[in-house]
């Protein structure tokens, strides 16, 4: 039997978020370009939060950050056998 854990960042995201106050102010940045580990953490913590937490477009803030759109639609590996198929996430 394989136990499947939460993520570390999943986890620390869940965490900040019991610790934020109201009207507070979650910054997340990773430094991978594993959709894992960026979109599908914040999608992941957007939908438990059922409307509490928002995301925010600080575009304008931040003029001098570099930054580049976010994905909606990345592949996941279901298995770790190279001869089984990727899946889509649905949005």
Do not use: F
């Given at each position: 039997?394989?136990?499947?854990?939460?993520?570390?960042?999943?986890r620390?995201?869940?965490?900040?978020?019991?610790?934020?106050?109201?009207?507070?102010?979650?910054?997340?940045?990773?430094?991978?370009?594993n959709?894992?580990?960026?979109?599908?953490?914040?999608?992941?913590?957007?939908?438990?939060?059922?409307?509490?937490?928002?995301?925010?477009?600080?575009?304008?803030?931040?003029?001098?950050?570099?930054?580049?759109?976010?994905?909606?639609?990345?592949?996941?590996?279901?298995?770790?056998?190279?001869?089984?198929?990727?899946?889509?996430?649905?949005?």
């Amino acid at each position: 039997m394989q136990i499947l854990r939460k993520p570390k960042c999943e986890r620390s995201t869940n965490r900040a978020a019991k610790l934020m106050k109201v009207g507070g102010r979650m910054v997340y940045s990773t430094c991978s370009l594993n959709p894992i580990e960026d979109e599908a953490v914040i999608a992941a913590l957007l939908e438990r939060t059922k409307g509490s937490m928002v995301l925010v477009d600080v575009s304008d803030q931040l003029p001098e950050l570099k930054r580049t759109p976010g994905i909606s639609h990345w592949r996941v590996c279901t298995s770790l056998h190279p001869t089984h198929t990727m899946t889509h996430h649905p949005e």
